[in-house]
């Protein structure tokens, strides 16, 4: 099984729609949890950070599933400028690791 | 707000030549990281810098690849003799501790071994 796991898409979702992925991990000791953003050829970006409790950064909504060991990002009313890949990443010792990314593209 | 910068932003080289590849971490930083991303492919970690030590590195890391910290700022990644393979966008990254610290990443560094 991968370390991580994305659905590489792309989703393709009308402006102002509501967008989810999801991503699955497969080290359960993994503590540590983001949403990266990476635009075409440029660097990764950090978007959030994934808590336990769950956790909310305006249109963005992040949880955390440990039992069925998955992340999740929400992304409410989709803007053009939201059109990127969303890479799920995970703090394994020393070092992040990288799923391969799902693709979003916002269409007017 | 601090940025990590990379220099160069493209660099070409031939196959067999040393290039070293630069990078400034954000200055209160402690942890110190390169990545590669092969074109179309995902963020790959090649190794990561703590206390003037490597903590971790990856299976790519292999005898062709070194890092440095020469001074009290910069961090390079030297490749000793590049291969056709090389050829990525090469990240170096910088975070204030391990676990829940994300990091922050430079613009990148494109390689081309041509």
């Known amino acids: 099984r991968k370390e991580v796991e994305q659905d590489p898409g792309p989703f393709n979702v009308p402006e102002g729609a509501t967008v989810a992925f999801n991503c699955t991990y497969s080290n359960s000791a993994s503590q540590s949890f983001f949403w990266y953003r990476q635009d075409c050829r440029k660097e990764p970006k950090l978007l959030m950070s994934?808590?336990?409790s769950g956790n909310e950064d305006g249109r963005f909504t992040a949880q955390l599933n440990r039992a069925s060991q998955y992340i999740s990002l929400l992304i409410r009313d989709s803007k053009l400028s939201d059109s990127a890949t969303y890479l799920c990443?995970?703090?394994?010792?020393?070092?992040?690791?990288f799923g391969s990314g799902t693709r979003l593209l916002v269409r007017p | 707000e601090p940025e990590v910068t990379q220099t160069p932003s493209h660099q070409v080289t031939q196959m067999g030549q040393e290039v070293i590849l630069r990078c400034v971490p954000i200055?209160?930083?402690?942890?110190f990281y390169w990545y590669r991303q092969i074109l179309g492919q995902k963020v790959e970690f090649l190794v990561s810098f703590y206390n003037n030590e490597i903590s971790e590195k990856s299976e790519i890391f292999d005898d062709q690849f070194s890092v440095e910290r020469p001074d009290g700022s910069n961090f390079t990644l030297k490749i000793r003799s590049t291969k056709l393979e090389d050829s990525a966008m090469y990240f170096c990254?910088?975070?204030?501790?391990?676990?829940?610290?994300?990091?922050?990443f430079g613009n990148g560094t494109r390689l081309t071994v041509t």
């Open positions: 990254a910088s975070s204030e501790g391990t676990g829940d610290s994300p990091l922050h």
């Open positions: 990443v995970f703090y394994s010792s020393y070092k992040l690791i």
């Open positions: 994934v808590y336990s």
């Open positions: 200055s209160n930083h402690l942890y």
